[in-house]
């Protein structure tokens, strides 16, 4: 079985924290949901109930820093990449600013709700993008901020 990720490391947090832009950061997320939740305390759920619950308790903190979902869709099918990776959710969420994300992540009530994430959350990906105007074609960008 492959590697699976669910939180960021230590040293991927800290160059995060240390990135020195302003403007909006754009979080591409890809998620592979568990069948069955897995709590700690031996709590019975859903992977996709255990999510939702991470959904509700984190929305409100992610809303009152200026978070917004700019881009939500289900993946279908890996027309290029490993075969063996399949996304139960794919989304963009938006942040005012790289110090925006990072106090989520430090919020005590945010870090009580990553419990649900970390539950329900068999595989993941985050990627942080800046974002930027697109241009005409594939693969050009006006390099201008969004």
Same mark, same amino acid.
């Given at each position: 079985?492959?590697?699976?990720?669910?939180?960021?490391?230590?040293d991927?947090?800290?160059a995060?924290?240390e990135?020195?832009?302003?403007g909006?950061?754009?979080?591409?997320?890809?998620?592979?949901?568990?069948?069955?939740?897995t709590?700690?305390?031996?709590r019975?759920?859903s992977?996709a109930?255990?999510?939702?619950?991470?959904?509700?308790?984190?929305?409100?903190?992610?809303? &009152?820093?200026?978070?917004?979902i700019?881009?939500? #869709?289900?993946?279908?099918?890996? +027309? !290029?990449?490993p %075969?063996?990776?399949?996304?139960?959710?794919a989304?963009?969420?938006e942040?005012?600013?790289?110090?925006?994300?990072?106090?989520?992540?430090?919020?005590?009530?945010? &870090?009580?709700?990553?419990?649900?994430r970390?539950? #329900?959350v068999?595989?993941?990906? +985050? !990627?942080c993008? %800046?974002p930027t105007?697109p241009g005409?074609?594939?693969?050009?960008?006006t390099?201008?901020?969004?």
């Amino acid at each position: 079985m492959s590697e699976t990720y669910i939180d960021p490391t230590k040293d991927s947090f800290a160059a995060f924290r240390e990135m020195q832009r302003d403007g909006p950061v754009h979080m591409l997320n890809l998620l592979k949901i568990r069948k069955t939740a897995t709590y700690d305390d031996g709590r019975e759920a859903s992977g996709a109930a255990a999510y939702a619950a991470y959904g509700r308790e984190s929305g409100p903190i992610f809303r &009152r820093l200026g978070g917004r979902i700019v881009w939500s #869709g289900r993946p279908e099918l890996m +027309l !290029i990449g490993p %075969q063996d990776k399949v996304w139960d959710l794919a989304f963009i969420a938006e942040y005012p600013s790289v110090q925006a994300f990072v106090d989520m992540l430090r919020d005590p009530d945010y &870090r009580k709700a990553v419990e649900h994430r970390t539950a #329900g959350v068999q595989d993941s990906r +985050l !990627i942080c993008m %800046q974002p930027t105007l697109p241009g005409a074609g594939f693969g050009e960008t006006t390099d201008e901020p969004a």
